[in-house]
């Protein structure tokens, strides 16, 4: 296993949960994305090999932050202000190399770490 996902579970509207990708350090660029259910799997965030650049979408920008943890490796999924349209299961991805807005599409993502789970309720 590359990737381990962990940090999911319930939240009120305009909580907070912290998410966690911890295992291969060594991507390009490590990205989150989340599925809700009937719907395609979706770029929320992501970051690359130094930490120095990140991206978000624009449905979580400014209530999301992706961060690399100093010394580990890990890869945190700050996510603040929630809302309900958030429930859905979470990935964490890596890829070797992407570019540009290709790093938004999880067909480019080489390993993926299982869902987790986070349910927004009011």
């Known amino acids: 296993v590359q990737l381990q996902a962990s940090g999911g579970g319930k939240a009120q509207v305009d909580g907070s949960l912290r998410l966690s990708c911890s295992g291969r350090t060594s991507y390009y660029v490590t990205g989150w994305f989340r599925q809700a259910p009937g719907k395609e799997r979706e770029f929320v965030a992501g970051?690359?090999?130094?930490?120095?650049?990140?991206s978000y979408a624009d449905s979580v920008k400014g209530r999301f932050t992706i961060s690399k943890v100093d010394g580990t490796g890990t890869v945190d999924l700050q996510m603040d202000s929630l809302k309900s349209e958030d429930t859905a299961v979470y990935y964490c991805?890596?890829?070797?190399?992407?570019?540009?807005?290709?790093?938004?599409?999880?067909?480019?993502?080489?390993?993926w770490g299982q869902g987790t789970l986070v349910t927004v309720s009011s």
């Open positions: 991805a890596g890829t070797l190399y992407c570019s540009g807005d290709k790093c938004r599409d999880p067909f480019e993502y080489d390993d």
């Open positions: 970051i690359d090999r130094t930490g120095g650049y990140t």
